[in-house]
């Protein structure tokens, strides 16, 4: 089946530590993202990368990091430098490709819920 | 840097019952995407629209680019809609990032 998976599901972590959340796609897809949803706002974009070697900051990349060294795989470090991070972390794809009016269809991961205690 | 509102924040109908999400915008986009959020956090692609119309079983989106409105409507519905419903829109450019609505979280009684 192809499609989005994200790892953990669920990701407790002690103040001043880093994390790593995993995305991983088969879709074949060029362009991955990760946002982040806190409770009664919408999603927000943290970083993108239209291709293999290149992401860019969002809106809300302080404290994050990424890197993009395979098609597949998108890994967002949560740094203790994020004031922050207890939230709702979901990884998303999209073809990239083609249409380039209105962007294309992302498909979402199931996301990964962090906690920092 | 587009504003997406959408309404109502909460809503609860009863089984059945004709349901109307709205959502507008303040600047000119290029697409309207609907996306459907379950309980455990997973969301869904419903519909990707740019102008008029599109139908997908009991679900109808619409779009006025004038206005700058969107509506998802929900006919017959059923518990098992119950979900958040979430509006984002795309600009003009390259990178194709969305801007996201705080969504509306729908409650289906039966």
């Known amino acids: 089946d192809g499609g989005i998976t994200q790892s953990p599901k669920y990701l407790f972590r002690k103040e001043g530590q880093n994390v790593t959340l995993s995305c991983e796609q088969n879709?074949?897809?060029?362009?991955m993202y990760w946002y982040r949803q806190d409770p009664g706002q919408g999603l927000r974009l943290i970083y993108y990368s239209q291709i293999v070697n290149d992401f860019q900051k969002g809106d809300i990349a302080e404290g994050y990091s990424v890197s993009r060294e395979k098609k597949e795989s998108f890994p967002l470090t949560v740094t203790s430098a994020q004031k922050n991070p207890t939230a709702f972390y979901l990884c998303a794809s999209s073809s990239g490709q083609g249409v380039y009016r209105g962007g294309n269809e992302q498909f979402f991961g199931p996301g990964t819920r962090l906690t920092v205690l | 840097k587009n504003e997406v509102e959408q309404s109502p924040q909460n809503l609860t109908a009863q089984e059945g019952e004709f349901i109307t999400i709205n959502c507008s915008y303040s600047?000119?986009?290029?697409?309207l995407h609907w996306l459907q959020q379950h309980p455990g956090g997973g969301i869904v692609s419903l519909f990707m629209?740019?102008?008029g119309k599109k139908k997908h079983g009991r679900l109808i989106a619409t779009i006025n680019i004038q206005e700058k409105h969107s509506s998802l409507h929900i006919t017959a519905s059923h518990p098992r809609d119950s979900a958040v419903y979430i509006c984002a829109v795309a600009g003009w450019g390259s990178a194709r990032q969305l801007t996201f609505g705080s969504g509306t979280q729908l409650t289906v009684l039966p």
């Open positions: 629209l740019s102008s």
């Open positions: 600047v000119g986009i290029s697409a």
């Open positions: 879709l074949n897809h060029d362009a």
